[in-house]
């Protein structure tokens, strides 16, 4: 059957079939949650009705973390904020981090509501060239707590990417959940016509935070997709009054800079721990005009250079 893979077990149905991922065979078989997921069956329609809405979007760029709290959410709306700060630029941010949707908070949006026009959901502006799109604008409070299976989160995920009136935009950036789940799977199958230009893998520096992300780059090369670089978050504290240094999250293996060696990839930069971050944070604000001289907001500038450099090489390359 050409649907069976090489190292598929013995009874295996086959990738297309509908029992892909869920017989008895599947247990224990290297591709069941892919399988069961759907990614491998016949090409979901909304694929390509996705692929020619993206079609007015120059680039897509995934952010990623192996664990959950390493300051993900925070990366990607100063990614955002930073990209938009050059007023020719059209940005916008959909986070589909289902489970616990922190965007709404971080960008001041909450408590906003998604508007429904001919052309689709439209998303919330937070500047006139910053759009954002988070489940936590379909939720009645902060509070509430999502608790969806696996296919009602892949319909959220493709409504996000076809029913949302992105316009024409220079960089989506898409904020994901912790760790390799079907929201990934789907993030990447969806987009798969559209072409993502790459993701960006956060962590802190240490082991424990490392051994998840080296998964979470298993994760990126077994589905194909590019990785831009690493972004070691939380990385030294800087005391305000000594100026001394302390690692608070101790590299004890390294950090991101020796797994970056070690796999051949970009270590893109360090961000130092500020707790001024968590506050403009809660407070809905940009850390980057609260304190735009800090190590911190010079690190965020610095990362995003590279991957504004990254995605123009690819622009270049493509041509
Ligand atoms: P994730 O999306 O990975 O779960 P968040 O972005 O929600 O993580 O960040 C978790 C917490 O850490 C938030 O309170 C955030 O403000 C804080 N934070 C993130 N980066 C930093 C940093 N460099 N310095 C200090 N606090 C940070």
Redesign the pocket.
């Known amino acids: 059957m050409a649907d069976v893979p090489d190292n598929a077990p013995e009874h295996c149905p086959g990738t297309l079939s509908e029992q892909a991922g869920k017989t008895s065979a599947c247990q224990g078989c290297p591709n069941q949650r892919m399988c069961a997921s759907g990614a491998t069956k016949a090409p979901d329609p909304a694929i390509a009705e996705i692929a020619v809405k993206m079609e007015t979007v120059k680039h897509k760029i995934l952010v990623l973390?192996g664990?959950?709290?390493?300051?993900?959410?925070?990366?990607s709306a100063h990614l955002c904020h930073t990209l938009a700060s050059d007023d020719t630029k059209e940005v916008a941010l959909l986070d589909v981090?289902i489970c616990?949707p922190?965007i709404p908070r971080?960008m001041g949006l909450e408590g906003e509501q998604v508007h429904q026009s001919g052309s689709g959901w439209s998303p919330v502006y937070v500047e006139d060239n910053l759009a954002v799109m988070s489940i936590g604008f379909l939720l009645s409070s902060p509070d509430d707590a999502v608790i969806w299976r696996g296919p009602k989160k892949n319909g959220m995920i493709k409504q996000f990417l076809r029913d949302v009136d992105w316009g024409e935009l220079d960089y989506l950036v898409v904020?994901t959940p912790?760790g390799t789940s079907d929201e990934h799977l789907s993030i990447v199958q969806y987009l798969s016509s559209a072409k993502i230009d790459g993701a960006v893998i956060?962590t802190t520096p240490q082991e424990v935070a490392l051994q998840d992300v080296r998964k979470e780059i298993r994760f990126c090369q077994k589905v194909k997709l590019p990785i831009i670089g690493v972004v070691e978050?939380?990385s030294g504290f800087v005391c305000p009054s000594c100026k001394n240094t302390s690692q608070i999250f101790p590299p004890t293996s390294g950090g991101a800079e020796r797994m970056c060696e070690e796999l051949n990839l970009p270590l893109l930069g360090k961000?130092?721990?500020?707790?001024r971050?968590?506050r403009s944070?809660?407070e809905g604000r940009s850390f980057l005009n609260y304190a735009p001289e800090s190590p911190?907001a010079k690190a965020y500038y610095s990362i995003v250079q590279r991957i504004k450099d990254y995605c123009s090489n690819r622009k270049n390359e493509e041509q």
Do not use: R
Request: glycine share 18%; aromatic share 4%.
């Open positions: 973390s664990k959950g709290g390493v300051g993900k959410s925070t990366f981090d616990g922190s971080i904020d912790p956060i978050n939380m961000i130092p721990l500020d707790p971050i968590g944070c809660d911190a």
